[in-house]
Every structure is written in structure tokens, then in C-alpha cells.
T-cell receptor
């Protein structure tokens, strides 16, 4: 069981470029969550997805950020026209698809640095 | 916003000491309280608490929830240098399945 797989682990982008972060959930998990962790801060919820559906995107910035979880393939968090303030660790987590399963399993994170 | 407040923010202890980490939360739509350990990688799950007064234990770590006073504690006895990490507390809601709200964490450093 490979756990939650995220890539890339480290990504460097210049201001104005696009960043794409990928997440493959644990085997058997159908729920994916994205969290952002700024330096010296806690994990902040961004978005919750199931296959082909965004369930809750209340933590996503209104502009430049989008997420998807297609029928086939990994979930992708996309940040367009990155700015320095987007520099952070982005964690993906997955959970089984039954109600009440609050335990999330996290990936190792993708660390985005914007120059 | 469903607030989760952890204290202390950071802590330095000597190996062998016992530490208690605190977490308080707001009651709205509360389902569960979780503790995670974060080193320089993925947060790893420690405990999930849903019932008041029932201690959960794993080796030198234990945790308990008080739903009346809205807090939880994480105890680590006989600390070791490998316990050095950020300990994250999170609450789960009854609404969106598995959506967690995290505190900012307690950074624990265990020295020799």
C-alpha cells in the first residue's frame, strides 16, 4: 500500500507561471482533500473532491486556483499566474468514502517556491 | 470559522520528561478531535477521539477528550528525541465528511 502519493515534492516557479500539483489517493479511498500550510502556520483547508465532483471549495482563493479529480488519474491542484504569496507546502489527504470517516491520511506534501 | 487553539506554541524539554499538550475547540457541528504528528514530511495520525472521558493510549502517548469543557490533551511520557515534532490538533465536523480544521500546532523539541 503506497499511501498518498504527491508530486512533485518540490517545485520552483517564477512569478506569473503556472504550478500543477498532483495527488494519487490511497488505494480504496475515493475522497481527496487539499490543504495549504504557510510557514509557521497550521494546515488550512482548501478543497474537498470526489471523483469528477468538487464537494466543498470554501477554502480555495477565488481567483487563480482550481482543482479537479478526474474519473481516471490523479487529483490536480492548479495555480495560475503564481505570486510570491503562493509559496507554501501543499498537502493532499485522502479518506475512505463512507460518512463519519474523519481520519485523513496525508501525503508528504509538495513544496512550492515562487521566485 | 471553526476555531482550534493549541497551547503552548512551542516547548523544549529534556529527554525523559513528561509533556502535556493542549487543544481547545468550538462546539458547533463537532464530530471528532484528532491528533497528528508532523515531522518534516506528512502529518501522521495519532488518535481520534469522539467520546468524552475515554483515554486512548499508544505506547508512551495518550489522549483524552472533555466535551463539556471543549478541550483535549495529548500526553507524552518519558520523552525521547524522536518525539521532537509539531503536534497538530484538528476537529472534524458533522457536515462535510472528513473535513478537518487544524490548529497551528505545538512545536516540541526534546533535548538530551
Amino acid at each position: 500500500n503506497a499511501g498518498v502519493m504527491q508530486n512533485p515534492r518540490h517545485l520552483v516557479r517564477r512569478r506569473g507561471q503556472e504550478a500543477r500539483l498532483r495527488c494519487s489517493p490511497m488505494k480504496g479511498h475515493s475522497h481527496v482533500y487539499w490543504y495549504r500550510q504557510l510557514p509557521e502556520e497550521g494546515l488550512k483547508f482548501m478543497v474537498y473532491l470526489q471523483k469528477e465532483n468538487i464537494i466543498d471549495e470554501s477554502g480555495m482563493p477565488k481567483e487563480r486556483f482550481s482543482a479537479e479529480f478526474p474519473k481516471e488519474g490523479p487529483s490536480i491542484l492548479r495555480i495560475q499566474q503564481v505570486v510570491r504569496g503562493d509559496s507554501a507546502a501543499y498537502f493532499c489527504a485522502s479518506a475512505p468514502g463512507y460518512v463519519g470517516a474523519n481520519v485523513l491520511t496525508f501525503g508528504a506534501g509538495s513544496r512550492l517556491t515562487v521566485l | 470559522e471553526d476555531k482550534v487553539v493549541q497551547s503552548p506554541l512551542s516547548l523544549v524539554v529534556h529527554e525523559g520528561d513528561t509533556v502535556t499538550l493542549n487543544c481547545s475547540y468550538e462546539v458547533t457541528n463537532f464530530r471528532s478531535l484528532l491528533w497528528y504528528k508532523q515531522e518534516k514530511k506528512a502529518p501522521t495520525f495519532l488518535f481520534m477521539l469522539t467520546s468524552s472521558g475515554i483515554e486512548k493510549k499508544s505506547g508512551r502517548l495518550s489522549s483524552i477528550l472533555d466535551k463539556k469543557e471543549l478541550f483535549s490533551i495529548l500526553n507524552i511520557t518519558a520523552t525521547q528525541t524522536g518525539d521532537s515534532a509539531v503536534y497538530l490538533c484538528a476537529r472534524g465536523n458533522t457536515g462535510t465528511a472528513s473535513k478537518l480544521t487544524f490548529g497551528t500546532g505545538t512545536r516540541l523539541q526534546v533535548t538530551l
